[in-house]
């Protein structure tokens, strides 16, 4: 069952040896209602499977950093260039020109609560990209509770929550940042899984900030972000599931016509993999890589990696046959309880009889049928 970060996300440091710090900050009590924010940057794509599991246990929109420059090799020649970046901004932290350019990000910080940082050390330091998106958006996070969760090969941690505490002076700290490193990255999904337990977060589901997509009967959640497009989208929903025929393009998308339109606020945004789109106020595309364009954004599907939205969003083919809605019960159900091909009884997706059928899915006669 999915947690919801509906209270407080709290920091987690663990060390090893030398490195052992705790954090200076008194806990802070976990007792408020929030919507939570992970935002992570990932170079190896280890950062992404962390993120990939801790989105299948909790709550929480998600937003990846990149960098504007793209194709560079930060490693390269004994990691001189990731070392030069990190030069660049400890010679002048203060200096918005010292941090390298990031592409511009669609979600603001300042709509959330509770704030997840999802980061890779590069060199005992917090990795440049990263750096550059907290010091731009530091502001829109203060008073807001962050947590931190930092990968590495080996190497403690210490150094990159100096960092966070250097970029983010105005947040509160509720604990000790949580140190995935190689030694321990296969038991990623365990280890922020007992954290998250540990932090006793609400595991209540909030279904208007969730939507469904189901396709050849597997469903996947789709976390919604807080825009005119998703309210207007979850008010659709509420009347009954939406059916659509969705073609493979570009190499990046499958796309289609929702058959309505939806309040469109377009911006140029790069898209990434697991990013559900509104294009043109009435289509709607689903990606399983990367494309920039002027789009509405409407959420991500969750705790899917590339290659395996790839294959639930059936990459290359065309008339894919698509269901939304608001419940996630579409897969409870894969044959009819019905034997009688003549009954005429409406019953649920899991099969029990429906004594008072409205607007929804429901089987009747041996098949699918939409009120």
């Given at each position: 069952m999915k947690h919801i970060l509906l209270l407080l996300t709290t920091m987690l440091l663990c060390c090893c040896s030398s490195d052992n710090?705790?954090?200076?900050?008194?806990?802070?009590?976990?007792?408020?209602?929030?919507?939570?924010?992970?935002?992570?940057?990932?170079?190896t794509g280890n950062c992404r499977e962390i993120v990939n599991d801790l989105t299948t246990q909790i709550e929480a929109d998600v937003l990846e950093i990149q960098p504007a420059e793209k194709g560079l090799k930060y490693e390269a020649n004994g990691y001189a260039l990731g070392t030069q970046l990190l030069n660049a901004i400890k010679a002048n932290p203060n200096d918005a020109s010292s941090y390298p350019a990031i592409d511009p990000v669609t979600i603001s910080a300042d709509e959330y609560q509770n704030i997840i940082i999802v980061t890779p050390l590069w060199w005992s330091q917090m990795a440049a990209p990263m750096q550059t998106y907290l010091f731009n958006n530091g502001s829109k996070m203060a008073g807001k509770r962050v947590g931190l969760i930092v990968s590495s090969h080996s190497s403690?941690?210490?150094g990159v929550v100096n960092d966070a505490k250097r970029l983010l002076p105005d947040v509160t700290w509720s604990g000790d940042a949580l140190w995935i490193n190689a030694s321990n990255h296969a038991n990623r999904s365990v280890l922020t899984g007992n954290w998250l337990d540990k932090q006793n977060f609400d595991k209540k589901q909030n279904a208007m900030n969730k939507m469904y997509i189901t396709i050849d009967g597997v469903t996947k959640s789709v976390t919604l972000i807080?825009?005119?497009?998703?309210?207007?989208?979850?008010?659709?929903?509420?009347?009954?599931?939406?059916?659509?025929?969705?073609?493979?393009?570009?190499?990046?998308?499958?796309?289609?016509?929702?058959?309505?339109?939806?309040?469109?606020?377009?911006?140029?945004?790069?898209?990434?993999?697991?990013?559900?789109?509104?294009?043109?106020?009435?289509?709607?595309?689903?990606?399983?890589?990367?494309?920039?364009?002027?789009?509405?954004?409407?959420?991500?599907?969750?705790?899917?990696?590339?290659?395996?939205?790839?294959?639930?969003?059936?990459?290359?083919?065309?008339?894919?046959?698509?269901?939304?809605?608001?419940?996630?019960?579409?897969?409870?159900?894969?044959?009819?309880?019905?034997?009688?091909?003549?009954?005429?009884?409406y019953y649920s997706l899991n099969g029990n009889v429906t004594t008072n059928a409205q607007h929804g899915i429901y089987i009747k006669n041996g098949k699918k049928v939409i009120l």
């Open positions: 710090e705790a954090m200076a900050e008194e806990k802070s009590p976990i007792n408020e209602i929030g919507k939570t924010l992970v935002v992570y940057y990932s170079y403690g941690i210490s807080d825009n005119a497009a998703t309210k207007a989208l979850v008010e659709k929903l509420q009347n009954a599931p939406v059916n659509v025929s969705l073609n493979s393009s570009g190499g990046f998308e499958i796309w289609g016509a929702l058959g309505f339109s939806l309040p469109k606020s377009d911006q140029q945004t790069t898209a990434q993999p697991g990013d559900v789109i509104l294009y043109n106020g009435s289509n709607i595309c689903m990606f399983y890589d990367t494309n920039s364009w002027s789009y509405t954004r409407l959420g991500k599907i969750d705790g899917l990696s590339e290659n395996e939205l790839r294959t639930f969003l059936k990459a290359g083919e065309n008339n894919i046959s698509v269901t939304l809605s608001l419940s996630s019960v579409t897969t409870a159900i894969h044959s009819s309880k019905i034997t009688n091909a003549k009954d005429e009884k």
